[in-house]
């Protein structure tokens, strides 16, 4: 297993590429299997849960091309298989959105029970429910789906809770349906917005993306379709929060500004100056400490809980007191006691962690536990006193392309180590993905 060693000290500078969106890509890497016709998207990250959708789609039967330019194409002309087995599913959840698309289009699928994560118990029951009232007949039998419908019908679908996945899986659905389907109180994260505009550009007749109230009128059937995703909004507040964490100035650049603004915000509330283009954001601390801030996640526009941990971090080392809570998952505070165990002064009250702020934490040996807990383990040995090694960092690798070799790009001190048995031994920079 990999760990990441990191010291503290350097406060980071300079600019660093943003990658395209994994909660984009993934779903519109799946997309494709709404058309027989081959869709090429660009931009995608070189991330461990890409290469999980590709192996996904090929088990499908789906032909996927990466060209030198890292354009990927996928034909689904050829699938035969309409079965998501527990082995990929358990180390991807999101292969959850096949769902919808193979019904759409093949009237079958089965697909293994994504079972909770670290994060909390991760239900599906507002895709089961969608789909059922898209006209599909759904049980669930020996840990899977069993799915099957003929032409799916539109229907008029409230979901009862904010679900990204859960909008993108009915909506996907819905392009194919026969008649219109309304989504009431549909996720609004610009990754569903960069869906739908992947789906327009199939040929689907999609409205209100973005919105409260998506309005899907089915088609036919979709066409092939070239398309870019958006910038991952996450990746980039995570390295304008390292800036923030360590005292410096840092560049995200293609990115989509208006796609972080809350972000943004809470940064300029802990006496960042923030200041942006068209396609960047530069956050300058102008060397000093940072401020604690308060902080409650929300679905979008509000708080992303994509964020809450990195924030969390930032505070602990900030000056004052803040409260940090988190209103998406059950159990997102796994890194506490993990920064507890570098020094950080945190108290959890239910679903609220306040934040004392220290000067500097100690360097410690920590362990990853989610993808963006393991992020805030990695700026938090940014600003630690002694070195720090994080474990079971393929947490990491799942959402973030190259985290070493862009950290390293603005000045930190960070390397991997390959643990093979006894073996063991460093290389400064991230494996090209
Ligand atoms: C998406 O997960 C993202 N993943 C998550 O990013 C992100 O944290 C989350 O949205 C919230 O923004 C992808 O897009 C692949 P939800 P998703 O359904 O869709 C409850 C990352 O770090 N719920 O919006 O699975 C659920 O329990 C990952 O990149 C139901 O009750 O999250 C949660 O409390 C982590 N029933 C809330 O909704 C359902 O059927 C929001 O979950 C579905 C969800």
Known sequence: MDQLIVKGGNPLHGSVRISGA???????????????????????????????TLDLLGRLGASVELDESMIVEVSTRDVNNFRATYEIVETMRASILVLGPLLARFGRAQVSMPGGCAIGSRPIGLHIEGLRALGASIDVEGGYI?????????AHIFMDTISVTGTENLMMAATLAQGTTVIENAAQEPEVIDLANCLNGMGAKIEGAGTNKVMIEGVDYLSENSHTI??????????LAAGAVTGGDVTVRDVQPENMVAVMDKLNDAGAQITLG???????MRGNRPKCVNIRTAPYPGFPTDMQAQMLMMNCVASGSGSITE??????????????????????????????GVKALQGARVTATDLRASACLALAGLVATSETVIHKIHHIDRGYNCIEEKLSQLGARISRIHVNGNISHSSNLAQSA
Request: net charge positive; charged share 20%; aromatic share 4%.
């Open 230 to 239: 958006i910038a991952d909004r996450i990746e980039a507040g995570t390295y």
């Open 22 to 52: 994994k909660n984009s890509g993934l779903p519109i890497l799946i997309s494709a299997l709404l058309s027989d016709k081959p869709l090429r998207v660009k931009n995608i990250p070189h991330l461990q849960d890409v290469t999980t």
């Open 146 to 154: 069993q799915a099957s419908a003929g032409r799916l019908r539109g």
């Open 278 to 284: 068209s396609d960047w954001v530069r956050l300058d």
């Open 327 to 356: 209103t998406i998952f059950e159990n997102r505070f796994q890194h506490v006691q993990e920064l507890q165990r570098m020094g950080a002064n945190i108290s959890m009250n239910g679903s609220t962690a306040t934040v004392a």
